[in-house]
């Protein structure tokens, strides 16, 4: 949204010189990740806040001390045998999902002290096992913390903001300053958007409050003795930030009318969604919804997700085939995004994804990962021809003789009754059955293939790739630290990617390159001592790069967008 402000004032200047007011995105997903320029963390009387990976990586031996006792504890509170996993990447996805829960509460402003009466009486032995579990947040976490000297991020990132706000209430600029498109749905960025609407040239745009509701819905919204589902209606977060920002509904003023079509269509969307306590007006209504109320609506039911997906791209391509129209998806699916995305490059066409892509599915994540696999997973060929074929192999040499070595690899050494095949006995397996090949009066029909030449290339790539990877072997079968282990993987990674010049240009060029570089860095730089068995090692990095993406520099097709909500608040489209 603040990319496309921008690029709306610049076209209204028509290629006039001008200096562009400041443009601060207040979050970029669900409003959690505010960004002040102005605001110091110096200023602030709280630690720095802790990293991510070391956020986790410290968690897990909390989460696997705990989980080792959870048997004998469940079985005396209710004789039952139940066994838990308790590996280090199955620790770490469980410290993921506290870390979550510490941010999610903590932006909320919730009190970790209110947890004890959530639960009623007939689950409470369970929900003792819960509170035990959370133990490791309420008593055992604040302390590490403390010891580290360093905060959570979430409560960082509330303080900055909070501060943020106080800056503003001392020393009102001189120019004007909008908040627009924000709920105010944390705590602390509501307290912002008070002090902004305060301010002498302060204004705050509501997106979406529903002024037409009749007194009675609007009173049962977010009322504090209501049922479960008034806290959850569209319209409560806005309620609750008027409340704090001292303003009637009454009293905001409307910017802009919509078309009578849209009109009809959100209203009748707000009487769906009227609270339950206030349907009996239904009765008396007299109206029924017209078909201008749903106009240009379509609703389409796919057989499976596969066309559900390739549905949505045909309907972006025809909207914007007039050369003219914008088109957006607005969902908050991940997995849906990245189909539909996958079909619309079968029209050629790259869509400006927001969500951008997960960092674990791009190529120099992939290759990091078939070579743990073929390293510490010894015995599959498929892993390790996987690993020959992947488009970053090098290995110093050119890459067109590594696409003819690879195949002769594949033909000689991975074909037929393999065994176990070993990276690190690849060469000698290569070398033994084309001794027996050609020895063989019957000889395969491949074999004429084997051309001296693609033979000395293959054994050029299995001496790199056995001379690349020796490091790494020789970690097997022992228990190493996690900071240990993953530079000798980066070692060999770059070993295997750099190209016939020595440059790491296909590992660490364009964006997706530079994102994992940075990720790389920040596992390289881990501060928390994680000791592990050397055979883990796949399946913890796994679990450590879920959920990073990464988010293009350069956008793709400016006709066909995919926002989350959040994005789609600000911005509007054709279709």
């Not at 504890?73 to 590996?87: K, R, Y």
């Not at 079909?343 to 400006?352: K, M, P, W």
């Not at 951008?356 to 599959?380: I, K, W």
């Amino acid at each position: 949204a603040a990319r496309a402000l921008r690029s709306v004032l610049v076209d209204r200047l028509g290629g006039t010189t001008a200096i562009l007011p400041t443009i601060r995105p207040l979050g970029e997903f669900d409003e959690d990740a505010a960004l002040f320029e102005s605001g110091s963390s110096d200023d602030l009387a709280l630690d720095p806040p802790i990293g991510d990976l070391d956020r986790v990586l410290l968690l897990s031996p909390l989460v696997r001390a705990w989980k080792r006792r959870l048997p004998s504890h469940v079985a005396a509170l209710f004789g039952e045998d139940i066994v838990v996993p308790a590996s280090l990447a199955d620790a770490i996805w469980l410290s993921r999902d506290l870390a979550a829960l510490m941010d999610e509460i903590e932006t909320g402003g919730a009190h970790w002290s209110r947890l004890a009466d959530l639960v009623p009486a007939e689950l409470a032995n369970w929900w003792q096992v819960t509170l035990e579990f959370l133990e490791i947040i309420t008593s055992a976490w604040p302390a590490l913390l403390a010891e580290r000297g360093r905060s959570n991020p979430a409560s960082h990132r509330s303080a900055i903001i909070v501060t943020e706000a106080e800056r503003l209430a001392r020393n009102p600029p001189a120019g004007p300053v909008i908040v627009a498109g924000s709920t105010g749905s944390i705590p602390a960025t509501a307290q912002l958007l008070a002090a902004i609407s305060k301010l002498p040239l302060g204004a705050v745009v509501l997106p979406g409050l529903d002024k037409l509701a009749d007194e009675p819905s609007w009173a049962e919204i977010g009322k504090s003795d209501g049922p479960p589902s008034v806290f959850g209606h569209p319209q409560g977060g806005l309620k609750k930030l008027l409340g704090v920002l001292g303003v009637e509904r009454r009293d905001v003023e409307e910017l802009a009318l919509p078309d009578p079509a849209i009109a009809k269509r959100i209203a009748l969307v707000n009487e769906a969604l009227r609270p339950a306590e206030t349907t009996d007006v239904w009765a008396a209504l007299g109206t029924t919804p017209t078909s201008q109320s749903f106009a240009d609506v379509s609703l389409i039911e796919a057989a499976n997700e596969r066309e559900e997906a390739l549905s949505i791209a045909v309907a972006l391509r025809m909207a914007i085939d007039d050369g003219k129209s914008f088109a957006a998806l607005v969902t908050g699916d991940r997995e849906l995004a990245r189909r539909v995305s996958a079909e619309l490059r079968r029209f050629g066409i790259e869509a400006d994804d927001s969500g951008g892509t997960p960092l674990n599915t791009t190529p120099q994540a992939t290759f990091f990962h078939r070579l743990l696999e073929a390293v510490f997973r010894p015995g599959d060929a498929v892993a390790l021809m996987t690993l020959l074929k992947h488009p970053l192999l090098h290995a110093g040499l050119p890459r067109a003789d590594v696409r003819a070595a690879a195949e002769a690899i594949d033909l000689v050494a991975l074909r037929g009754a393999t065994g176990r095949p070993d990276i690190a006995q690849l060469r000698l397996d290569f070398d033994r059955r084309l001794a027996r090949l050609d020895a063989d009066p019957r000889k395969p029909f491949w074999h004429q293939r084997l051309s001296a030449d693609r033979l000395d290339k293959a054994r050029a790539l299995l001496d790199a790739i056995t001379h690349a990877s020796a490091e790494l072997i020789d970690l097997r079968r022992q228990e190493v630290s996690l900071k240990e282990i993953a530079a000798v993987s980066v070692r060999c990674f770059e070993a295997l990617g750099c190209d016939q010049d020595g440059a790491y240009g296909t590992l660490y060029g364009g964006d997706t390159g530079e994102a994992f570089a940075t990720f790389l860095r920040s596992l390289v730089g881990i501060t928390a001592d994680v000791e592990l068995d050397a055979i883990e090692w796949p399946d913890v990095f796994n679990a450590l790069i879920a959920g990073a993406s990464v988010k293009p520099s350069v956008t793709g097709d400016p006709r066909i967008a995919i926002w989350g909500a959040l994005e789609a608040r600000l911005q509007t489209v054709d279709t």
